[in-house]
């Protein structure tokens, strides 16, 4: 789940993650939260100046391999985020 907000400045985009206990042990939040912080590393340049950007995590996350997490959030980010 993707939420897109704007700033009224152009500096650099900000990412926010919420991965609730809902997801699992802290062993699987913090994987799934590391997961997230590489797919929207590798978006940064993609994505409109000024965007704030916060990605909540579901509990089909913690089961999800890295390839199918990145196409979900790269898929959100394309309808919302992206200059």
Known sequence: ????GSMDDDGPARFGFIVSK????AVTRNTV?????????EALP???GGASVVIRAL???ATADYASLKS???RC???KAFA
């Open 46 to 48: 993609s994505v409109r």
């Open 77 to 79: 980010l394309e309808r």
């Open 59 to 61: 509990p089909s996350s």
């Open 72 to 74: 979900d959030v790269l």
């Open 22 to 25: 809902q997801v699992g042990s």
């Open 1 to 4: 789940m993707t939420y897109v």
């Open 33 to 41: 939260r590391r997961r997230l912080k590489a797919v929207c590393a």
